[in-house]
Every structure is written in C-alpha cells, then in structure tokens.
C-alpha cells in the first residue's frame, strides 16, 4: 500500500493541473459568462435598494415570513405578479479575490478532515 508521503506530489500536480484548467475554463474561455444576466435598469435598481436600506444578505422576493402565508391571496398574487427570486447582498466595498482565495484551501482541509475525524471516532 502507499503511503501519503508518496503520493504527495502526484496529489499536488493534479491539484495545480486542476486549477490551471479551471482558471482557463472560467477566464479565457469565459465558460459562465452566459449564467449571469444584467438588468436593463441597473442604476435605477441600485437606487431603489440604497434608498430602502437594503443590509448585506440574502433576500427573497416576495419575501413570506410564515410558511402558511404562503397560500393566501394576496402572497399568491405577489408570485404571480413576480419578480420571483434570490438577491444576495455584499457590504460595499472594492471587488477583490486574494481574501476568497487565500481561504479557500482553509475551508478545504476543514472538509477533508471531517471524513478521518469520523472514522477515528467511530472505530474508538
């Protein structure tokens, strides 16, 4: 059997050929361009949502706070009116990439170690 020490630099070649591809795939190739659609009065939206105070967040719209609203005319009506969806909201600042891809590899060695943790735990 191998052991990691081993295949430590296989693992990390495929990790740089992964990115690597990734990288092309989503920047020169533009692959996602089409997932996201601009609004046609984008100022206009921006003024609304500064004007209502809209705070970082996920926002629903229309937005039912019981579950048994969700039948109701009026709220039914709200869905059928639309629009209908999802508004993510991020603090105001200048967009920036190092600090997602700086935590990144954190969130990844967190998940992969949640397998070994398990086992060792449930074998004990």
Same mark, same amino acid.
């Given at each position: 059997m191998l052991s990691l020490a081993q295949l430590w630099l296989p693992i990390l070649a495929s990790a740089i050929a992964v990115f690597l591809a990734s990288s092309v795939v989503h920047v020169l190739l533009r692959w996602h361009q089409s997932d996201y659609l601009p609004l046609k009065n984008e100022d206009d939206v921006r003024a609304v949502l500064r004007a209502g105070a809209v705070g970082p967040g996920q926002h629903f719209i229309p937005y039912c706070a019981d579950p048994k609203d969700m039948g109701k005319p009026e709220m039914v009506q709200k869905f059928k009116e639309g629009p209908v969806g999802l508004?993510?909201?991020? %603090? %105001? @600042? @200048?967009?920036? =990439? !190092? =600090? %997602?891809? !700086?935590?990144?590899p954190v969130i990844s060695r967190a998940a992969c170690s949640l397998p070994d943790r398990a086992e060792c735990r449930s074998s004990a």
């Open positions: 508004l993510v909201v991020r %603090p %105001p @600042a @200048a967009p920036s =990439k !190092g =600090k %997602p891809l !700086g935590f990144s």
